[in-house]
């Protein structure tokens, strides 16, 4: 079996994976985040359960602070404003969905870095 079939094996799973992750709504786009507070660094850490991608946060969970830092760093990830993301579910949970009102193929670009 050669590396490139390997590579190309694995690049097909992980877009497998964002199907479950990101769902196209035609004019939004709905994601869903696994948040992991109080980390030592901001950012994505990969797949959760298949159907989450799961994020790092530096803020605590307490008085929203880290549904702020939610909006926040999907508003800079995906280079939209913090008025197009609204959390739809799980304001008080570890799991959330977020609504991004933008259509799926505006966020490609930032999709396909995650698969790297």
Known sequence: MSALFVI???ALFIKDKMQNIFENRGDYTLIKIRVS????????EGVWND??????????????K??????DF???FFHIKKS???IV????????????DVIYSQLTDQIT????
């Not at 159907?51 to 929203?64: E, I, Q, S, Y």
């Not at 579910?89 to 991004?100: F, I, P, V």
């Open 8 to 10: 190309h094996v694995a």
């Open 37 to 44: 507070p109080n980390a030592k660094r901001n950012g994505f």
């Open 51 to 64: 159907t989450h991608l799961k994020l790092a946060l530096r803020a605590p969970a307490v008085d929203g």
């Open 66 to 71: 880290a549904n702020e830092a939610v909006i």
């Open 74 to 76: 999907l508003s800079d």
């Open 84 to 86: 197009q993301i609204e």
């Open 89 to 100: 579910s799980g304001q008080t949970n570890r799991c959330k969905t977020l609504r991004l």
């Open 113 to 116: 870095k995650l698969t790297k």
